[in-house]
């Protein structure tokens, strides 16, 4: 059996096993000319989850107000803006992202929309947040979104983890080169929901990586070319 087909039986081994294990997201890639292997490589892909604590979080919601013109529909939707804000005033900041006000074709007057995000670091009272602004007259809370001020720090932890899991994929895929090369995939956060209304302030940055490594070290049977390749070489039998 030829070497490259004895490198590839041993990658497909060893990913079968991974997946097993429930590691997956491994390829071998390897290019064989008429000398034999001229060379080869391992792809792996990396994955990392690094958890953190949110320090902000910005919900979105809307405003509808029903009037029996356009001035009577905008003194209504502008008057619950005004509560809300006076009420969000102790968590953090009001901001108004669009407005508008469409006739109501079914029937006769107008309805004012405004849609709105607010900001706050008061990451531990969404319950209590959420109550307040719906009894202001915020009639549309469409969801919560956490996030960290300055996540740099975490983002480079969860890449580092995920270089460290591709060589890991590496060893048990039988790699015993070096790493030759790792780009970025993606790096993300997603936030833990809880349900039934409630909300956890943890954040996780995940991770991917793609890393490409030696399969095996440089061929020592390997010659080195003259100096001067149109030099006559020695016959062996006068060497």
Do not use: W
Not at 113 to 133: A, G, H, P, Q, S
Not at 204 to 219: H, I, L, N
């Amino acid at each position: 059996m030829k070497k490259s087909k004895i490198v590839l039986l041993t990658a497909i081994i060893g990913l079968t096993a991974l997946i097993g294990a429930g590691s997956v997201c491994a390829f071998a890639d390897t290019t064989e000319t008429a000398a034999g292997i001229d060379n080869a490589h391992l792809i792996v892909i990396g994955c990392a989850d690094v958890k953190g604590e949110a320090d902000e979080c910005v919900i979105s919601g809307s405003i509808e107000a029903i009037g029996n013109d356009m001035a009577d529909a905008e003194k209504k939707s502008g008057e619950i803006l005004a509560k809300a804000r006076e009420i969000f005033k102790p968590y953090g900041e009001v901001c108004e992202n669009h407005y508008g006000v469409y006739p109501m074709y079914e029937s006769n007057g107008y309805t004012a929309t405004r849609y709105l995000t607010f900001t706050t670091d008061k990451t531990d009272n969404m319950n209590e947040i959420r109550e307040k602004l719906a009894s202001a007259g915020v009639n549309r809370l469409d969801g919560v979104c956490y996030r960290m001020k300055d996540d740099s720090a975490l983002k480079l932890r969860a890449l580092q983890l995920a270089v460290e899991n591709a060589k890991a994929k590496a060893a048990a895929l039988g790699a015993s080169g070096e790493l030759v090369k790792v780009e970025e995939i993606s790096c993300y956060p997603t936030f833990r929901d809880c349900g039934d209304g409630k909300y956890d302030n943890g954040v996780t940055y995940t991770a991917s990586v793609r890393a490409v490594f030696a399969t095996f070290p440089k061929k020592e049977h390997e010659q080195k070319l003259p100096e001067n390749k149109n030099e006559p070489q020695e016959p062996a039998a006068n060497r």
